[in-house]
């Protein structure tokens, strides 16, 4: 076997073949290595001083132990020498190592290439494929250009608008809570979306009595005019969340501008530099923090008009809405808050000119504030204002001598509170509970005829409803409210009966215009009927010689009556003309009145035969 130049001279003379060793046909490049390290491992030269252990890619366990099946056979050209078995073991061994390894590379790198020129094959198919498609599509754009190159573009333009509407679709909608998914809501019919929100019937029995006026709450507010939203904003009733959809959330000619970073909103009249709304978050805490009802009826005026002359003071009315809740759910929410740190000490408590002293009004804690009280120590205090606290700021103090507690007896005290809370809640312009935001929502909507953008959220997880207690230390805080608890009774009783008036209103409104379109497109029919009945007969006077009704006609005008009135119906109501144009033609035409009246009375009396007949 001749050798290459390179392999010739590192071996040094030729050598033999071994005996029944097939000769090589193979290329020699790729044995260049396994004839170097054949010379490496020859007695005396330099190689074998320098490498004494296996080649690459050859395990020393693969070569330490003889191969059971064949024999070992030495070179005829290193025969006598001692190292000679072992040397034609390694040799084999390497051979056939090199063998394998050379087959699997030749398998791998085949089953590579089917894979990269099927892969490749596919995508040939599928670029024709698509071509296809966009030339039946976009046929017109085959003519100009070169139609390969312009199917490439959008091709490859379609896939990156897909991936990018992925990418949108998964920043914007990450979970698989997404409205945009949710099928069943096209498949489900819509519910009502003011049922009742704690999922139970929306009738129920009222335990009060009220009179229409009571419950027909129908403002006129003008809010280009002088009139005024005030809003009473009691702690821990969600007057937080009401009073930004008052700022941010409803449908204005000139919406309140509210800048990023700041509390208050600027909410102005249209074409004027003065606001409609007094509450929170449009001219802050003017009169105090969460001013209570005698202190915003005796400051609202002053601070609105105050830089006016008493003269030219314009005559305003006060709207004066709040938010009520669950006296339970409200003091626990309360405790949490104070727990947390807050104290209220910016409250003025303003009554009948003047704050009220310490001996009146003394403090449940000594230090800053009341953080980390338990809820034991926050119910023992006996002056702790979250007591009672929604009755407290709905009442006019000034009936009992304002804080002071030695004016008359406590019994005496509660009942006049109590009644007067009732009597400034239900005179109220407004009033919604946070128990039904979407019931407040459709109330506040009526009464002062004003939308709100987007719809209420109902939330039932609050840091109230975590606090679990046990039902002895509920009984003792509905006993420590026991005015919020008969207040809160008679507010829901009131508001749910306000809440079905204004539904029952709505739907006989409704049910009343449906009920004088049909009348009026029905007379309308019938008017045009007689009109070109009695044209005809005025044509033909020859035709009907006697005066008397032909029954046999009027019976098939009666049948005919049906789907002549459905098919002149949007005739009809497209050709129905205003009250002004009707006044206008009759100053032209007075003549006219007489005969349409002599219509209209024969109109009435068909209607009745037709009735009859029927």
Request: with cysteine; aromatic share 8%.
């Amino acid at each position: 076997m001749a050798l290459p130049a390179c392999a010739a001279r590192a071996l040094g003379p030729p050598l033999q073949p071994e005996r029944e060793a097939p000769a090589r046909t193979t290329c020699p490049r790729r044995h260049s290595r396994v004839e170097a390290e054949l010379a490496a491992s020859r007695p005396g030269s330099v190689a074998a001083s320098v490498r004494a252990g296996p080649p690459r890619g050859v395990s020393r366990g693969f070569n330490s132990q003889p191969l059971p099946d064949e024999p070992l056979k030495a070179s005829s050209s290193l025969a006598g020498d001692a190292r000679a078995p072992l040397f034609a073991q390694l040799a084999r061994g390497r051979r056939r190592r090199m063998h394998d390894l050379r087959r699997r590379w030749d398998l791998g790198s085949l089953c590579r290439a089917l894979l990269t020129r099927g892969l490749a094959a596919l995508g040939h198919s599928l670029k024709h494929v698509l071509g296809a498609i966009f030339s039946k599509i976009f046929g017109p754009l085959a003519s100009v250009g070169n139609m390969d190159e312009k199917s490439n573009k959008l091709l490859l333009a379609l896939v990156m608008l897909f991936l990018f509407a992925v990418i949108v679709l998964q920043y914007v909608c990450p979970g698989t809570e997404c409205q945009l998914l949710r099928l069943q809501a096209f498949s489900s019919p819509m519910p009502d979306p003011y049922r009742s929100e704690d999922e139970s019937s929306a009738r129920f029995v009222p335990r009060y009595n009220f009179s229409r006026g009571d419950l027909l709450r129908k403002v006129d507010f003008d809010i280009k005019g002088d009139d005024l939203i005030v809003f009473l904003h009691i702690q821990k009733t969600g007057g937080t969340t009401f009073g930004r959809h008052l700022v941010r959330n409803i449908q204005l000619e000139q919406p309140c501008e509210c800048r990023v970073g700041q509390k208050k909103c600027t909410c102005h009249r249209p074409g004027k530099r003065e606001t409609w709304l007094f509450s929170r978050f449009s001219t802050g805490w003017s009169c105090g923090l969460h001013a209570d009802w005698t202190e915003l009826t005796s400051c609202v005026p002053a601070v609105v008009d105050g830089k006016r002359e008493a003269r030219l003071r314009p005559s305003r009315n006060f709207h004066y809405i709040t938010i009520l809740r669950d006296p339970v759910s409200r003091y626990l929410s309360e405790w949490r808050h104070v727990q947390r740190g807050a104290t209220w000490k910016a409250s003025l408590h303003v009554c009948d000119g003047r704050p009220p002293t310490s001996e009146e009004l003394p403090s449940c804690y000594t230090g800053d504030d009341w953080s980390g009280c338990p809820l034991k120590e926050f119910m023992d205090c006996p002056y702790n204002l979250a007591n009672n606290r929604q009755v407290r700021m709905l009442s006019d103090l000034t009936l009992v001598g304002c804080y002071n507690l030695s004016v008359m007896p406590e019994k005496q005290r509660n009942k006049v509170l109590l009644e007067s809370a009732k009597s400034n809640l239900k005179h109220m312009a407004f009033f919604g509970l946070t128990e039904f935001q979407r019931k407040t929502q459709y109330l506040f909507e009526k009464t002062f005829n004003m939308n709100f953008i987007s719809p209420f959220t109902q939330y039932n997880t609050t840091r109230a409803s975590s606090v679990e207690i046990n039902e002895e230390i509920q009984k003792r805080i509905e006993g420590l409210n026991f005015l919020d608890m008969e207040l809160y009774s008679y507010a829901k009783d009131l508001f749910l009966q306000r809440y079905q008036f204004m539904r029952q209103k709505e739907h006989q409104e409704a049910r009343r215009k449906r009920q004088e379109q049909r009348k009026f497109l029905k007379g309308r029919f019938l008017q045009t009927h007689f009109q070109s009945q009695s044209q005809g007969q005025s044509q033909n006077p020859s035709q009907n010689p006697s005066p008397t009704p032909n029954l046999n006609a009027n019976q098939n005008v009666t049948q005919n009556l049906i789907p002549n009135l459905i098919q002149n119906l949007t005739q009809s109501s497209g050709q129905n003309p205003s009250p002004k144009e009707n006044r206008e033609s009759q100053k032209q035409n007075p003549g006219q009145e007489q005969s349409d009246g002599n219509t209209s009375n024969g109109t009435h009396d068909y209607i009745g035969s037709v009735e009859k007949w029927r």
